[in-house]
C-alpha cells in the first residue's frame, strides 16, 4: 500500500513539473522576436535601433525576416518602444551581428555596448562591425537579409581584408589602457553591401577608417590574415598569389624614449599561375607582403592607434618599463617599425 | 555517534572536491573582493601551502580521536558542554548553505533568467537536496561519482575549445608591488575552505579510513582543487581580457564563448554539470548540519533533522535575499574567514590539544 501511495505521489509532483516548469516560459514561437541582426544608430541625442528578426508569421511563410526600427534614450528603450509597436517579446541569443552607426561610433559606444556586455541573453561572441555612414541605411537595403551581413562579418579567412571582431574583444580593446579597438566597416555600393576597410577607435570613439587594403594589412600584422589573391608584378605580367598559415612575431622595446617594434611575417604562399623561377617569386611576394603591412602600420600609427597589441607585448617583455609610459598613444606616433616576411611556396 | 553508513575515502574527497568547485564556479572580482582576477593564480599556489596547514589540526584530530566526529570529541573533552561545539558547526555549517543557494539564486536571477521565482528555484533546489540528504552520506557518494565523471568531462572540453581562444598578452605581469591584493585573494580561498570543518566530521566515515588512504586524499584534494582554480583563472584571464571587468559571473561568460563544432556555446552543458554539483554540495551540508542537530537533540529528532534543516536553509535563504543589510553581512569575507579559521583550525586544535593533556594526566 504504501509502495502505491510513493508512485502516485512521484506522479502527481511530475506532472506539475511537466505543467509548470517549462523551459519556453509559456512563450510560443510566434510571440517572439528572434533577433537576428541589430544596427544601432545615434542621431540627435536619441539611439535608433534597427532590428532584423525571424518572421515567425504564418500567414507569410515566403519572407524570411522582418526589419523594424525603434528609438529611444537607451538601447533598451528603443527595443522596447520596438516591442510596443509589435508586441514581441525579444531573445537576443540568436543576434548575429550589431551593426553599428557611423554617428555612434563618433560619439561613443560604450554606452551602447554596456547594455549588449550586460544583458544576459546577449552571445559575448556576436560580431562588431561599423556602418560606414547610417547602420539603419544597410539594414534597410532591397534584397539584404541578415544572413548577407553575418556572412559578410564571417569572411575572414575567405577574402583576408575582413575583420572578424567578437563583441567580447571588441570590448576588451576599448577598455584596455593602450589597445585601440577595429572591426570592420561595412558600406553599400550599387545596394549591395560589402566589407570595406577597418574602423579604429580611441577609447569608445571613432577616429580613423582605413581602406581594404590597409584592412588587409592590419590583418597581416596581427596574424589573422589569410589572403585568398593579391597580386604581384612578374617578368612584366600580373601574378596572383594566396597567403596561408599566416603567422605574426612582433617583439617591441623602449630605449631612451623610442618604440623600437620588429615585425616578422612569416606564411604559405600559392600561385596558381605558371612560373619558373620561385626564389624570385618568394622575394615578389615577400616584397608585396612587406609593403601592404608597412602601409597599415604607417596608416594606424600616424593617429596613435595601437591596432596590434603593442602595448599589451611591451607590458609582458617589459613590465617596469611599461609603466613608466604616461603618453602611448606619442609613443606610438614616433615608434620606429621594421618589417621583414618570409614565404615558402 | 560512531557511523554506520560508510563511504571509501576516494568517494569522501570527490564529494568535497565538487563542493569546492562549485564555489570555484561563481569565482570573480566581485565575489573575490579583489580589482583584479590575474592575483588568482598565484593566490592559488599560497592558498594551496596555507590550505594543507589548515587541514594539519583536523588531521591530527583524526588520527588520535578512533573514529570520532569533532561533534563527539566535543561532548568527550566538554562533557554535556560539548553541546557548544556541535552548534558552532552547525551554525557555520547553515550559513555556508545559505550561501551558496543564495549565490546559485543571484547567477540564476541576475545572469540567466531574471524572470525566475527565487522561491520556485530555492525550494526546487533544497527539496532535491533533502531528498539527496535523506539517502545518506553513502548514496551521495555514489553519486559524487558519476558527478564528478560528468564534471571532468565538462572541464577537459571547456577547456580544449576555450585554449585556441585564449591569448597570452591578456596576461598581466605580477609584481611586488601586487602582494596586497594577492595576499587578500589568498584570504578569500582560505575562507571558501569550508571543506575542512566538513572533514572534521566525515572522515570517520571513511571506509578503510587509514592514515595513509585519508592523507593521499587530502594531498590529491588540495592539489586538484588549487591546480583547477589557478587553471581556470589563467584560462578566463587569457580569453576575457580587459572585458573581465564588465563581467559579474566570468566563468559562466567564457562557457558562452566557448563553442564546439556546430554548438555556438557551451554554457548549457555547463549549466548542468554545475546542478548536479550544487546538489552535491547543498545535499552534503544539509547531512551535516543535521548531523550536528541529531548530536544535539539525540535520536527523538533525528528523523526529521534534514527536514528541519531544509526548511530553516530555505526561510533563511529567502529572508537574506529580500534584505540587504544581511546580504551584504553574508558575502563579507571576513566573517567567513574567521568562521572558517574557527572551525577548521581553533576548535580542532583546542579538542587535539585538551585530548593530548588529559590523556598524559591519565598517564
Not at chain 2, 526546487?124 to 535523506?134: C, E, H, K, L
Not at chain 2, 591578456?170 to 569550508?194: F, G, H, Q, R, W
Amino acid at each position: 500500500m504504501g509502495g502505491y501511495v510513493k508512485k502516485i505521489f512521484l506522479l502527481v509532483v511530475l506532472a506539475i513539473c511537466v505543467c509548470f516548469m517549462q523551459g519556453c516560459n509559456s512563450k510560443q514561437l510566434n510571440e517572439r522576436m528572434i533577433i537576428q541582426g541589430i544596427g544601432i544608430d545615434y542621431i540627435e541625442d536619441e539611439y535608433k535601433v534597427t532590428v532584423m528578426y525571424m518572421n515567425t508569421d504564418e500567414g507569410q511563410q515566403d519572407i524570411t525576416h522582418k526589419t523594424t526600427v525603434g528609438s529611444g534614450r537607451t538601447v533598451t528603450e528603443a527595443v522596447a518602444s520596438i516591442v510596443s509597436q509589435n508586441g514581441l517579446e525579444p531573445l537576443y541569443s540568436h543576434n548575429s551581428f550589431i551593426l553599428l552607426g557611423n554617428g555612434l561610433c563618433r560619439e561613443g559606444v560604450e554606452e551602447a555596448m554596456e547594455f549588449f556586455a550586460g544583458y544576459y541573453q546577449c552571445r559575448p561572441s556576436v560580431n562588431v562591425l561599423t556602418a560606414e555612414n547610417e547602420a539603419n541605411e544597410i539594414m534597410m537595403l532591397e534584397g539584404i537579409t541578415p544572413r548577407t551581413i553575418s556572412d559578410i562579418a564571417d569572411s575572414e579567412n575567405a577574402d583576408g581584408r575582413t575583420l572578424a571582431m567578437p563583441m567580447y574583444i571588441f570590448m576588451s580593446d576599448i577598455l584596455n589602457e593602450t589597445t585601440t579597438a577595429c572591426t570592420s566597416v561595412i558600406t553599400a555600393e550599387n545596394d549591395v553591401p560589402r566589407s570595406d576597410g577597418v574602423a579604429l577607435f580611441k577609447g569608445d570613439k571613432l577616429i580613423k577608417t582605413l581602406g581594404s587594403s590597409d584592412a588587409m594589412g592590419v590583418m597581416l600584422v596581427r596574424g589573422e590574415s589569410d589572403i585568398t589573391a593579391e597580386v604581384i608584378p612578374l617578368d612584366g605580367k600580373s601574378k596572383s598569389f594566396a597567403l596561408s598559415q599566416e603567422n605574426t612575431e612582433i617583439n617591441v622595446r623602449v630605449e631612451k624614449g623610442v618604440l623600437y617594434c620588429n615585425i616578422f611575417i612569416k606564411g604559405e604562399a600559392t600561385v596558381y599561375e605558371y612560373t619558373s623561377t620561385s626564389k624570385e617569386l618568394e622575394g615578389k611576394i615577400e616584397e608585396r607582403l612587406n609593403k601592404i603591412a608597412e602601409n597599415a602600420i604607417s596608416a594606424c600609427t600616424e593617429s596613435g592607434a595601437d591596432v596590434f597589441y603593442l602595448g599589451k607585448r611591451l607590458r609582458q617583455s617589459d613590465y617596469e618599463m611599461y609603466c613608466t609610459i604616461n603618453d602611448w598613444s606619442s609613443l606610438i606616433k614616433n615608434g620606429v617599425y621594421t618589417v621583414s616576411s618570409e614565404v615558402s611556396l | 555517534m560512531k557511523p554506520f553508513v560508510r563511504v571509501s575515502v576516494c568517494q569522501l574527497f570527490v564529494m568535497l572536491y565538487i563542493s569546492r568547485m562549485v564555489v570555484n564556479v561563481t569565482y570573480s572580482t566581485h565575489t573575490a573582493d579583489t580589482n583584479n582576477l590575474r592575483y588568482g593564480v598565484i593566490a592559488s599556489i599560497v592558498a594551496l601551502a596555507a590550505t594543507f596547514i589548515m587541514i594539519l589540526p583536523v588531521y591530527a584530530m583524526f588520527t588520535t580521536s578512533n573514529g570520532r566526529t569533532v561533534t563527539d570529541n566535543g561532548y568527550l573533552v566538554f562533557k554535556k558542554f560539548g553541546a557548544v561545539v556541535a552548534v558552532i558547526y552547525g551554525l557555520y555549517f547553515l550559513w555556508i548553505l545559505i550561501n551558496t543557494l543564495s549565490q546559485f539564486n543571484i547567477m540564476v536571477t541576475k545572469v540567466l533568467n531574471p524572470s525566475a521565482s527565487v522561491l520556485v528555484l530555492s525550494l526546487a533546489v533544497v527539496a532535491a537536496s533533502m531528498y539527496g540528504a535523506y539517502k545518506g552520506i553513502e548514496a551521495l557518494g555514489r553519486a559524487s561519482t558519476v558527478i564528478f565523471a560528468f564534471v571532468l568531462i565538462a572541464l577537459i572540453i571547456l577547456l580544449c575549445t576555450l585554449l585556441p581562444k585564449a591569448d597570452v598578452l591578456n596576461l598581466e605581469p605580477i609584481t611586488p608591488k601586487d602582494t596586497p591584493d594577492i595576499l587578500n585573494t589568498v584570504l578569500n580561498m582560505i575562507a571558501k575552505n569550508s571543506c575542512i570543518p566538513a572533514m572534521a566530521v566525515l572522515l570517520p566515515f571513511a571506509r578503510g579510513n587509514t592514515k595513509n588512504g585519508v592523507k593521499k586524499g587530502i594531498v590529491s584534494w588540495t592539489f586538484a582543487v588549487y591546480l583547477s582554480t589557478a587553471i581556470l583563472i589563467t584560462i578566463i584571464t587569457a580569453v576575457l581580457g580587459d572585458y573581465l571587468k564588465t563581467q559579474v559571473f566570468p566563468v559562466y561568460t567564457v562557457t558562452a564563448i566557448a563553442s564546439l563544432g556546430v554548438t555556438e556555446r557551451l554554457d548549457g552543458l555547463f549549466l548542468g554539470v554545475w546542478t548536479a554539483g550544487m546538489f552535491v554540495k547543498i545535499s552534503l551540508f544539509i547531512y551535516l548540519l543535521s548531523a550536528c542537530v541529531k548530536r544535539i537533540f539525540g535520536e527523538v529528532i533525528s528523523r526529521w533533522s534534514i527536514l528541519i534543516c531544509g526548511v530553516i536553509v530555505l526561510i533563511t535563504a529567502m529572508a537574506i535575499s529580500a534584505t540587504d543589510g544581511m546580504f551584504d553581512l553574508l558575502f563579507d569575507n571576513y566573517i567567513l574567514l574567521c568562521f572558517t579559521l574557527l572551525t577548521a583550525v581553533v576548535i580542532p586544535l583546542i579538542l587535539v590539544v585538551t585530548n593530548k593533556i588529559k590523556k598524559v594526566g591519565k598517564g
